[in-house]
């Protein structure tokens, strides 16, 4: 009960920061994209990490204010990063399943768009396959107002969830990304490679990208490459960084 009081004191005070992790275009070896990552910086217990304090702001309804501050403060970064002339970065941000419960959540998107100027198809939302496996007719219709729009959706944590792939693709889903736990198989574990491959082949055959995330060693960032993954993510690259650690290698990239 005191973590969720300092919690709901967060924002205002000042104590969550975004953190961006690059996503790499294995073709062209660039950076694509960056996912946003929240920080919490609490006063006397340091960082806390998202995986503690997100299951806390949704059970206490705090996500609803805490998520639109993470979806503004990355819109704006990402546009900001095209007025200083960098080439235009996709910003993914993750969604929680409570987000899309919300009724005007796509109109909610659709004023930090206006408000931020970003262009909508700069804009993927990560949902897990719970998410978009939920039969509910509020995140239905956000989901597909929000396609409606231009933006995009990616599904996080690929193959740990149950959903079909035909089903993604009736949702008109951008991008799988793969789940770290079948890359940290890669190269030499049999299952990991199987499964990879063929996730990426029913993907491309449905039009869709994929993203291998937790690539932290060469040889898997070759294996990817060998069986036509889309993009990368992870230690190898870089860590999750503030705005200005990822500064030099924007400006390599430009
Ligand atoms: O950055 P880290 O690996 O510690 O993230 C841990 C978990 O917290 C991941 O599952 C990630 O998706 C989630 N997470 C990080 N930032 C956000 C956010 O802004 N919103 C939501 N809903 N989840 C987030
Ligand atoms: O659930 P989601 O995919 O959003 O979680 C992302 C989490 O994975 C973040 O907490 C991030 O810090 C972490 N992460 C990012 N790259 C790597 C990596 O290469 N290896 C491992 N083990 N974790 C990573
Ligand atoms: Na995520
Ligand atoms: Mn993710």
Redesign the pocket.
């Known amino acids: 009960a005191l973590l969720e009081n300092d919690l709901h004191h967060a924002i205002e005070r000042g104590q969550l920061s975004?953190?961006y992790q690059p996503i790499i275009d294995l073709v062209s070896g660039e950076v694509s994209g960056m996912e946003?990552?929240?920080r919490w910086h609490h006063p006397e217990y340091g960082f806390i990490?998202?995986?503690i304090f997100?299951p806390l702001a949704e059970e206490t309804g705090l996500?609803h204010s805490?998520?639109r501050w993470?979806l503004r403060k990355a819109c704006l970064q990402s546009k900001r990063w095209q007025e200083e002339g960098f080439r235009p970065i996709r910003m993914s941000?993750?969604?929680?399943m409570k987000?899309l419960q919300e009724r005007d959540f796509h109109q909610h998107i659709k004023s930090i768009l206006d408000e931020s100027g970003l262009e909508p198809q700069f804009l993927e939302l990560?949902v897990t396959e719970s998410t978009i496996m939920q039969n509910e007719q509020t995140v239905i219709e956000n989901l597909t107002q929000i396609k409606a729009l231009g933006v995009r959706i990616s599904i996080?944590?690929f193959g740990t969830g149950y959903s079909s792939l035909s089903y993604l693709k009736r949702f008109d889903v951008d991008t799988l990304k793969i789940d770290k736990s079948f890359i940290h198989d890669l190269p030499d574990h049999h299952y990991g490679h199987v499964i990879t491959t063929a996730v990426i082949s029913i993907a491309h055959s449905l039009n869709m990208n994929v993203v291998a995330e937790g690539v932290e060693k060469e040889e898997q960032w070759k294996c990817l490459e060998s069986i036509k993954c889309d993009a990368a993510q992870g230690y190898l690259f870089s860590p999750?960084s503030s705005v200005e650690t990822l500064q030099p290698l924007l400006e390599t990239g430009r």
């Open positions: 975004l953190y946003a990552l929240l990490s998202p995986g997100i996500i805490i998520g993470v941000v993750n969604i929680s987000q990560e996080d944590d999750p």
